[in-house]
């Protein structure tokens, strides 16, 4: 069996030519299930509610299914999923905050100066690990290895707010 790694150097090309980035994948059980997740998006958003569609998932789950089927790179049965990251979204991996640049995020820092700094992620720099966050304050510079957590952040433009 292919590890989660192996299947997204596998999966990623379909994904890639579809005109679709990926956001990350999992593989667990859920109850009974074993359920590869795939989860996407669209790679060239003008604007953050230019999300991938219902019909583009449909679409490259019926790729992205032909081609695990011919690999056959899971021994057991599983379930495919594959499904948007959403407009809300932990950023877990460097590649979540290199596809966030533009998008308003929150991010909580560690360390005796920990802080939390919410506004316009501006870059994402591989070569230095570091991020650059606009805030109503200024414009930040945080190292990778400060960051203890991160999430995009949706401001609702509606004026009321929010039901739970």
Do not use: C
């Not at 030519?17 to 990350?24: Q, T």
């Not at 700094?117 to 650059?132: F, H, K, N, P, V």
Request: negative net charge; charged residues 35%; proline residues 2%.
């Amino acid at each position: 069996m292919l590890s989660i790694e192996g299947i997204e150097r596998l999966v990623e090309p379909v994904i890639t030519s579809l005109g679709l980035v990926l956001h990350g994948t999992e593989l667990k059980r859920e109850g009974r299930d074993l359920v590869l997740r795939i989860v996407v998006d669209r790679a060239n958003k003008k604007d953050v509610s230019d999300g991938v569609t219902v019909d583009e998932l449909a679409h490259a789950s019926d790729e992205v299914g032909a081609l695990l089927d011919l690999e056959n790179p899971i021994e057991d049965r599983y379930r495919l999923t594959l499904e948007s990251p959403g407009i809300e979204r932990d950023l877990v991996s460097w590649r979540h905050y290199r596809f966030a640049v533009g998008e308003r995020v929150r991010i909580v820092t560690r360390g005796e100066e920990a802080a939390v700094y919410e506004g316009e992620l501006l870059a994402a720099d591989d070569e230095t690990r570091t991020i650059e966050v606009k805030t109503t304050d200024g414009t930040v510079k945080i190292d990778a290895t400060q960051i203890k957590s991160g999430k995009t952040v949706f401001v609702w433009e509606t004026g009321e707010k929010r039901k739970f």
